[in-house]
């Protein structure tokens, strides 16, 4: 199947850390991507992590990859009201000609409590 | 540097009319894909150009169409609409064919 899997809520204090979770399904992904969706608006790119790397960290966020596993998992440290927002795992498609889009996670709703 | 562009912004449709979709990319920008999304999903790949090609096409149906421009500009075509269209329409664009920027999007609301 081609399902990238995503926890759908997901909720924490202000101040903690969030670890956001995701499964894809292609072990030959070359990149594996991070998008964050505030209400109304487009996707922005957060983060992507290359396959033959186990860690990237940029300021607050840091990407875990287990390629064994096929997970992926975003955390973000010091979580702050304006994290709130729909955070989706993507990983490349491919078809015969090569990588043509993106198959993305149904989104986890990241809820911060103060 | 504008980032990729799409017009209109909100759309409002009657069942069984067409609608045409723009999405200007980034400068630079040979690739523009194209994603359909329902509110409480995540994005569903429709169609993905590069250098006026189709290079890839999602399972939507063949209301579905799209045509990407000399100036790397593209248009999303969807004819004989539903209500079970009405969505936010993505563009993105990349260099190659990774690396995607996202348009704000187009709601489409079909009555």
């Known amino acids: 199947g081609e399902d990238v899997e995503q926890s759908l809520f997901l909720s924490v204090r202000e101040g903690d850390s969030s670890v956001i979770n995701c499964t894809y399904t292609?072990?030959?992904?070359?990149?594996l991507y991070w998008y964050k969706q505030e209400p109304g608006a487009g996707l922005q790119l957060l983060t992507y992590?290359?396959?033959?790397?186990d860690m990237k960290q940029d300021q607050r966020l840091t990407v875990l990859l287990n390629k064994k596993d096929k997970h992926l998992s975003l955390r973000i440290a010091d979580t702050q009201t304006g994290d709130s927002a729909i955070y989706f795992c993507?990983?490349?498609?491919?078809?015969?000609?090569?990588?043509?889009?993106?198959?993305f996670g149904k989104g986890t709703h990241l809820i911060i409590q103060p | 540097d504008a980032g990729v562009t799409q017009s209109p912004t909100h759309l409002i449709k009657t069942r069984g009319q067409h609608v045409t979709l723009r999405c200007s990319p980034i400068?630079?920008?040979?690739?523009v894909s194209w994603y359909q999304q329902v509110l409480g999903q995540g994005p569903q790949f429709i169609f993905q150009?590069?250098?006026?090609?189709?290079?890839g096409r999602g399972n939507f149906p063949d209301r579905f169409s799209a045509r990407q421009f000399p100036n790397y500009s593209s248009e999303l075509n969807v004819n004989a609409l539903l209500l079970g269209d009405s969505a936010l329409y993505l563009c993105?664009?990349?260099?190659?064919?990774?690396?995607?920027?996202f348009g704000s999007g187009t709601r489409l609301t079909v009555v």
């Open positions: 400068s630079g920008h040979k690739s």
């Open positions: 992590i290359f396959s033959n790397m």
């Open positions: 150009y590069y250098e006026k090609e189709e290079r």
């Open positions: 993105a664009s990349s260099v190659q064919v990774d690396g995607y920027t």
């Open positions: 292609d072990s030959s992904s070359t990149y």
């Open positions: 993507a990983e490349p498609r491919y078809s015969g000609g090569g990588a043509d889009g993106l198959t």
